[in-house]
């Protein structure tokens, strides 16, 4: 089979794309919902073609036409809340996903049922090479990584405000919400140590965290898992 003009590997074009790739990674400081296109393509940095090169000039055109904005606001500290939002994607053939979580830190105001985004502090989108059986599976990994990196964000929070906030994880697959409460890995039994260490890290020894289920419309951490080409 013919590999196209446009797909061959180029490396002369190394220079350049290192340039824009290095563009779309201080976009991802502000913006941060282009995360999902820099992890993409910055692993393609070893192979890239004049096709791929297009892709990144198209998605740093997309963000001087339409930038997305980054809004934050002062808070009330005596109801400081920590949001940590996870979802996945899973591709049924590979049985692989793109897994993805967001970290809100905010106040009473900020309301979960409506559309508001301020006070993202920090989120995180990466592909994984871990083969599954179930989507909620994938689903159940997204979420121990969210978990994990809210240490962090809660430790950061202890330091500007000098008190921990009261932590809410926010989910949207129905069948993971059920194994948690039930604190059993039906889906893929193997995944039991994982559902085990989860809601140990979620639990009074961990977090002590609340866990919510929202319709998929609600799950803010969607839009880290859509740009799934690779």
Same mark, same amino acid.
């Given at each position: 089979?013919?590999?196209?003009?446009?797909?061959?590997?180029?490396?002369?074009?190394?220079?350049?794309?290192?340039?824009?790739?290095?563009?779309?990674?201080?976009?991802?400081?502000?913006?941060?919902?282009?995360?999902?296109?820099?992890?993409?393509?910055?692993?393609? =940095?070893?192979?890239?073609?004049?096709?791929?090169?297009?892709?990144?000039?198209?998605?740093?055109?997309?963000?001087?036409?339409?930038? $997305?904005?980054?809004?934050?606001?002062?808070?009330?500290?005596?109801?400081?809340?920590?949001?940590? $939002?996870?979802?996945?994607? $899973? $591709?049924? !053939?590979?049985?692989?996903?793109?897994?993805?979580?967001?970290?809100?830190?905010?106040?009473?105001?900020?309301?979960?049922?409506?559309?508001?985004?301020?006070?993202?502090?920090t989120?995180?989108?990466k592909?994984?090479k871990?083969?599954?059986?179930?989507?909620?599976?994938?689903?159940?990994?997204?979420?121990?990584?969210?978990?994990?990196?809210?240490?962090?964000?809660?430790?950061? =929070?202890?330091?500007?405000?000098?008190?921990?906030?009261?932590?809410?994880?926010?989910?949207?697959?129905?069948? !993971?919400?059920?194994?948690?409460?039930?604190?059993?890995?039906?889906?893929?039994?193997?995944?039991?140590?994982?559902?085990?260490y989860?809601?140990?890290?979620?639990?009074?020894?961990?977090?002590?965290?609340?866990?919510?289920?929202?319709?998929?419309?609600?799950?803010?951490?969607?839009?880290l898992?859509?740009?799934?080409?690779?």
């Open positions: 089979m013919k590999v196209s003009e446009d797909d061959m590997i180029d490396l002369s074009l190394k220079p350049c794309y290192q340039s824009l790739i290095g563009t779309l990674g201080w976009a991802v400081r502000t913006q941060p919902k282009v995360q999902p296109f820099f992890s993409i393509l910055s692993s393609r =940095a070893n192979c890239i073609s004049k096709k791929l090169m297009e892709c990144l000039a198209l998605v740093l055109q997309a963000l001087k036409e339409r930038p $997305f904005s980054l809004e934050l606001r002062g808070i009330d500290i005596s109801t400081l809340l920590l949001y940590i $939002f996870n979802d996945s994607s $899973f $591709f049924t !053939l590979s049985k692989e996903g793109r897994q993805a979580w967001m970290h809100f830190l905010v106040d009473a105001t900020w309301r979960l049922e409506s559309d508001d985004e301020w006070n993202l502090v989120c995180g989108s592909r994984t871990q083969k599954f059986i179930s989507s909620t599976s994938c689903e159940m990994v997204s979420m121990v990584d969210g978990v994990k990196a809210a240490y962090k964000t809660r430790d950061i =929070a202890f330091r500007l405000f000098g008190k921990l906030p009261r932590v809410i994880v926010v989910m949207d697959s129905k069948p !993971l919400y059920d194994q948690i409460e039930s604190g059993l890995a039906r889906s893929e039994p193997r995944m039991q140590g994982t559902l085990d989860l809601m140990q890290e979620i639990g009074g020894e961990g977090l002590d965290a609340q866990v919510v289920w929202v319709k998929r419309e609600l799950q803010r951490a969607d839009v898992t859509r740009a799934v080409w690779w």
